[in-house]
Each structure stands twice: as structure tokens, then as C-alpha cells.
Nanobody, 126 residues
Framework: QVQLVESGGGLVQPGGTLRLSCAASGFTLTYYSLGWFRQAPGKEREGVSCISSSDDNTYYTHSVKGRFTISRDNAKNAVHLQMNSLKPEDTAVYYC???????????????????WGQGTQVTVSS
């Protein structure tokens, strides 16, 4: 059974840090581009970051550049999102996703992604 399971969400104060993880089962992430998306209440799903299957290219949406870092661990079949200097506007449900790609490209068009996790809540509040 193909599955992506996120973990690491929670409540954190502004300026704090969280590390989200996404573990895959039922398939190998090696040849998949991986992305993190988020959706806040009343807003559309937003592409936050992605990493290519080659691990050579990453993308970050403007609002998280310099604060978030995406990384993949093929040995553990997982992808992570390190989130530093968190702001209240980062509050959302965060989803990881994957699509098959053997190249150096990754994008944050959700229509490209085949597999999705169930999401993990991140709340930034004092």
C-alpha cells in the first residue's frame, strides 16, 4: 500500500523551529520529486518547497526563503522540512507529496503530484 505519513507538526511560538518529516511506504522515493504544500483556513493550497529526484535542485516560495530547508533522505525513504524563524502566517496544515520524475526539475503545481500525505498541523502562536 502506497502511503506518505507526515510527522513533526505542533504548536510553536513565533521565532521557533519545527522539523517536519514525511516517511514513504509501499514505494521508493529515489526517483520521485518531492514537495511540501500548506493550506491555511480559508486559503488555497500553496506550494512551499520542492526537491528534485536528483537532489540537485530545490525551490522555495518567496515567503519562506532563508527560513525553511527541504532535504531528502533516500536511505530512510523520507523527506524533511526544517522550519526556522516561524511566523504566525506559517500556520497551516502541511502536506508532503511526490511524483515520479527522473530529472533535475521540481515544481509546486499540485496537479503534478500523484501521492499525498494526510497532513500535519503547524500552529505558530504566542
Amino acid at each position: 500500500q502506497v502511503q506518505l505519513v507526515e510527522s513533526g507538526g505542533g504548536l510553536v511560538q513565533p521565532g521557533g523551529t519545527l522539523r517536519l518529516s514525511c516517511a514513504a511506504s509501499g514505494f521508493t522515493l529515489t526517483y520521485y520529486s518531492l514537495g511540501w504544500f500548506r493550506q491555511a483556513p480559508g486559503k488555497e493550497r500553496e506550494g512551499v518547497s520542492c526537491i528534485s529526484s536528483s537532489d540537485d535542485n530545490t525551490y522555495y516560495t518567496h515567503s519562506v526563503k532563508g527560513r525553511f530547508t527541504i532535504s531528502r533522505d533516500n536511505a530512510k525513504n523520507a523527506v524533511h522540512l526544517q522550519m526556522n524563524s516561524l511566523k504566525p502566517e506559517d500556520t497551516a496544515v502541511y502536506y508532503c507529496a511526490a511524483y515520479f520524475s527522473g530529472g533535475d526539475y521540481c515544481g509546486v503545481n499540485p496537479d503534478e503530484y500523484r501521492y499525498w500525505g494526510q497532513g500535519t498541523q503547524v500552529t505558530v502562536s504566542s
